[in-house]
């Protein structure tokens, strides 16, 4: 749920070699090599286990999307489950529906989920405290999408109210 505390039980998605084929689609720099990112992302997955957190392995494919293996950004989990988001490129659209079933498989209710024009990602988002989550707006998040979620009668909604005691904006650069 937050960038402070001690990991008690982390999502991943491993990369998917077939997928990886469509980086140039997806806007990445380079080629991938496969078999170097399958072994970086196994000895990340030993490394969070070693350090005593649940290792939950997404397997619900995302075929032809290489970004599918950042698993932070579909979804913003809080104690009591997750919120799913809406990316802002296109591509990854479905990314959302995949985590959510890998995540009520693996016991994480599904409380919520963004929905047109609302985008956002969970590189936007950082919970300070666990009472403050501030939200970056980047060139693919559409702010007006946000007026809408918070005005919803989803209790999620409440994250996103814009008061200081529940979510902050800030203005980040725009990424690739």
Known sequence: MNGYAALRRVYVRPPDERSLASWDAFGWHDAPDARSIEREHLAFREHLA??????VTGSTPVP???????????????????????PGKEQRRSEPEAVA???????????????????????DLVFQTTRRCSRGSAFERTPPGWSSWRRSSNPAAS???????????????AST
Do not use: Q
């Open 64 to 86: 032809g999307d290489p970004d599918a293996i950042y698993a932070y950004d579909p979804v913003l989990v809080i104690d009591d489950g997750a919120i799913m988001l809406r």
């Open 50 to 55: 070693e350090a005593g957190a649940e290792v």
């Open 101 to 123: 079933r890998d995540l009520e498989a693996s016991g994480v209710p599904v409380l919520a989920a963004l929905e047109t024009p609302a985008t956002a990602e969970g590189g």
């Open 159 to 173: 994250w996103f109210t814009g008061s200081t005691s529940r979510s902050t904006a800030a203005r980040t650069p």
